[in-house]
């Protein structure tokens, strides 16, 4: 079972009204339901500035107000529960191992703590740390720990603009995590997302995350995006000893058709959209209908 698995089971206990995911365009929501309805509020520029190491929330005043149009107050002063997805830029995923992985929780986060704290940008001491261990199917005791890190200022602001317009968020994770729910669990998979000048890397061995990385490019084009890709290939052939069997990507817009040439040519692969059951995803909402997809299964 996958850190994505089991994370479906966690969302199902029970889960929230609504989810949403933000980025610098806008909020990406939905209605939690057997029939989810989805939405999009568009921001305006400036709203939202993504980064790990400062407040993301400029105008926390008009985030607010963008929330409250999603669910206009229905006179209940208690709060509706929501899932928060945040953008990947803002948080650091990493991926680590372990020869062995004790049982208890405070010493696990002990040690992911210990582990991270050289390769996140802030200090480890003020950071929201959430981890999910991935057992090898090896034979060994060896263990993989999926780790998200964030800022604690930069998850505080993205929630305070929802409480302040009615909404309680519960359960906060990270757009490609979630969006990793779409992705097949057998086979090696490499997975390319776009949003805005970020640029989301991941690999999959048979639903396990090998690799995780989050990069803002000088600028949004096919020879910086392949500049990410090319060494993420080489990971691949080194360290898992094969080749990527499939490609997705998400949120590359025009550049798709460049993109899907220069695949096909250098690592003979012809990419494929990353896919949902419930609509297209796109660099807004591909965390959301991840989400869904785990809500929903």
């Known amino acids: 079972m996958s850190v994505f698995s089991r994370l479906s089971h966690l969302v199902k206990d029970p889960p929230p009204e609504y989810a949403f995911e933000v980025s610098e365009g806008g909020i990406a929501w939905a209605l939690c339901s057997t029939h989810p309805q989805m939405g999009f509020q568009p921001l305006e520029p400036g709203v939202i500035s993504v980064s ?101 200022e930069v998850v505080a602001r993205f929630e305070a603009g929802f409480r302040s317009a009615g909404f309680q968020p519960g359960m906060v994770t990270v757009s490609s995590l979630a969006a990793l729910a779409l992705a097949p669990a057998d086979g090696v998979t490499v997975v390319a997302r776009s949003n805005g000048k970020a640029l989301t890397v991941c690999v999959l061995n048979r639903g396990h995350l090998k690799l995780l990385r989050c990069v803002e490019l000088d600028a949004v084009n096919l020879d910086e995006v392949m500049g990410v890709l090319y060494p993420t290939f080489a990971y691949v052939e080194d360290e898992l000893k094969t080749k990527p069997e499939a490609m997705l990507t998400c949120g590359f817009g025009p550049m798709i058709t460049e993109l899907t040439d220069r695949a096909q040519l250098d690592f003979g692969l012809t990419p494929a959209p990353l896919r949902s059951r419930f609509g297209t995803p796109s660099q807004d909402n591909a965390g959301l209908l991840g989400y869904l997809e785990m809500v929903e299964d």
């Open 52 to 152: 790990p190491l400062r407040d993301n929330v400029l105008q926390p005043d008009a985030l607010s107000a963008r929330a409250r149009l999603i669910a206009p107050g229905n006179g209940n002063r208690k709060p509706r529960r929501a899932a928060l997805i945040l953008p990947d830029y803002s948080a650091r995923v990493s991926v680590l191992d372990f020869d062995s992985f004790p049982s208890d929780r405070a010493e696990q986060l002990s040690l992911v703590r210990f582990r991270i704290k050289k390769t996140v940008p802030f200090d480890i001491e003020s950071a929201a740390i959430s981890f999910q261990s991935q057992t090898l199917s090896n034979g060994t005791k060896r263990v993989e720990v999926v780790a998200a890190v964030v800022a604690l």
